[in-house]
């Protein structure tokens, strides 16, 4: 009997301790994509700068935005530049930006855009609206 609730225990442990963490709670972006940087800004300030990212690898990025949050309305503004570090983007022609807004865990705007336009720098932008009790 020692042993079976032994072994019990290690597996409910295994279970309790094994599970994904909770998302953020509240207001949170989920970026996918962002080739090559991506900037968050709320309000007209900015809130986030990413990492360079090298290629277009599959992200799951999250930028929590519960905390900053203005009563009212926020404005969200969500940037991606096209190129590499040190500002060298003589050779990156595809740009890709793919993101989804959360409120809640629950899904509340979504944005994919992409482009070989050869768009170098500032090659996306967009604004979002959303409010806070």
């Not at 968050?40 to 900015?46: I, K, R």
């Not at 050869?118 to 409010?131: D, N, P, Q, S, V």
Request: contains cysteine; aromatic residues 16%; glycine residues 4%.
């Amino acid at each position: 009997m020692k042993i079976f609730s032994f072994v019990f225990f290690c597996l409910i442990s295994q279970l309790v301790f094994s599970q994904p963490p909770q998302a953020a709670k509240g207001h949170f972006i989920r970026f996918y994509k962002a080739d090559n940087q991506v900037k968050v800004y709320l309000n007209d300030s900015l809130l986030f700068t990413s990492k360079v990212f090298d290629g277009n690898p599959d992200l799951s990025l999250d930028v929590d935005l519960a905390p900053h949050l203005a009563k009212g309305r926020n404005t969200i503004k969500v940037e991606l530049y096209n190129g590499y570090e040190n500002n060298d983007y003589k050779e990156d022609r595809h740009w890709e930006i793919r993101y989804e807004l959360f409120e809640n865990e629950q899904s509340i705007d979504y944005m994919h855009q992409f482009s070989s336009n050869g768009a170098a720098g500032l090659a996306f932008e967009y604004k979002h609206e959303i409010y806070k009790k």
